[in-house]
């Protein structure tokens, strides 16, 4: 397995896979993989020939007094799974190959976008994001790029940026993958104490909660929000940033949880902040829509 740290040469190996026919897909990690990059591996490998995982902890997306230093890093360990999910190259380049002049050049989303909901808390968060998945697709050119939605406010400014800058990518967006208890993994889930990991397992009561109220037919985003808040308030020593309920491609609220609605959490839980959402999808506004007798006959 082939561990690629210049930008030339990852732009020719991916250029060569091009060339023989073979579909280019791009993984973007900041790396110390787990089962949730590793399921992004995997359809990434059904659905291409080629497949590129790159590892960066890209600097201008952390702001200051965050854990750029702290973040847990481990490529050997990395470069060992991506190859059992079915990568082909890992790209790991340095700071200095990214940024050899700093940051000069950077992408803005729409503040609409970007001002809401993890940008608000971290204000340049996404300028950096997006600055670096452009520059990342400019170097592997990849023909289709796989995305968590467990992130799913990075996902809305991506796949706006390719649709407002025409980069000629299909961003894939894929299902949060979970711990058995229903945390949504995450790198960051390291820096958990015994104490705060059984805490944090109430951001998913509360979507789980929120799930249920809208299965039942509550649709009111407030009252929706007011159910989870209850469950969040009681999770000892867990601080809540923000619940919102927002149209997923603009990020805008929404004032009904119905079909199609990200409900989104932050979360702190001692030191470490804590995201997860769920989609609101139509069969469970079906669901709902039965429930309430609405459009049915039963
Ligand atoms: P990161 O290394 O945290 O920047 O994440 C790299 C990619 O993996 C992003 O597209 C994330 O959304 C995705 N990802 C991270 N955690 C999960 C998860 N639990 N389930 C699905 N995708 C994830």
Known sequence: MRVITGIKDMRSVSKEARMSGKTVGLVPTMGFLHEGHLSLIRAAAGECGFVAVSVFVNPTQFGEGEDLESYPRDLERDTGLAEEA??????APGVEEMYPDGAGTVVHAPPGLTGVLCGRSRPGHFTGVATVVLKLFNIVAPDRAYFGRKDAQQCAVVKRMVRDLDVPVEIKVMPVVREKDGLAMSSRNTYLSPEGRSTARAVHKALRKAEEMVCSGILSADEVKAGMYKILNKAEGLEVEYIEIVDPETMEARSDAGANA?????????GTRLIDNILVSSEQWMVSDRRRGVGNDE
């Open 262 to 270: 990200l409900i989104a959490v932050a979360a702190r839980v001692g």
């Open 86 to 91: 079915g990568a082909d190259v890992v790209f």
